[in-house]
């Protein structure tokens, strides 16, 4: 395993940013701009289907509005649960998966207090929150506690060390106008980047954990961080 500057790893476990939710205006205007890279979320979904099987129990930590979820929904008979601090944002989800016909159980929670029974999920995925939660730790001791033995999580997120010329790029495909553009750049530079990981930072946070079965791959600007219980 990677070498870990331990005062690092233990600075990490818990943030000073306290994990509030965005709510409100905001998270509609979240939900708004993150609706148009709606097929990275669908091209996400048919790479997490092929890892289940009919009837797969799956919760997505931080779901935001619920794009993923949803179109998960869509693909096959899943039971299907998102928790979010949120809950501006569970009512998006919430509403979102009405439009669509498809049966998702979003709820309103902490993700280091999971309101679920141990044992009960076979895949857990939380993309593009990971960074933000102010006790890491805490979240994947209870990823651990409520995944079935031999089930999966998968963690998908921005890494500190991703290069700004690399996500500005990102930020000019998705469609924005110029304002949006601009201050979406500047909360990946300034906020959310300052929020994130590098890699051996996170083996270290998974070391402090029951996982003992973890890959992490850098993809351009972030990981895809698997666990297996």
Known sequence: MDTVDTSEANRKRSKGYKGIGMEGPVARWYAKNTAKTLGEFR?????????????????EVAPGPGYLA???????RYQISGLDISRSFVEIAREKAQA???????????????????????????????????NPTGALN????????????????????APKETIDQYVDTIG??????????????????????????????????????????????????????
């Open 142 to 161: 209870e990823m651990y506690r409520v995944l079935k033995c031999d089930g999966t999580a998968l963690i998908i997120d921005l890494r500190r060390d």
């Open 100 to 134: 669509a016909a498809v049966e998702v159980d979003f709820q309103q929670g902490d993700v280091a207090h999971v309101p679920y029974e141990s044992d009960v999920f076979d895949f857990i995925v939380c993309r593009a929150a990971f960074k933000n939660f102010s």
């Open 43 to 59: 091209q996400c979904a048919h790479e997490i289907a092929r890892h289940l099987s009919d009837a797969s129990r799956v919760l």
């Open 70 to 76: 949803i179109e998960l929904a869509k693909l096959g």
């Open 176 to 229: 924005l106008n110029w304002w949006d553009s601009f201050i979406t750049k500047w909360t990946f530079e300034l906020m959310l980047k300052r929020r994130a990981y590098l890699k051996n930072e996170i083996t270290g946070l998974v070391s402090q954990t029951p996982f003992e079965h973890l890959a992490i791959e850098e993809t351009p600007m972030g990981m895809e961080i698997r666990l297996r219980k």
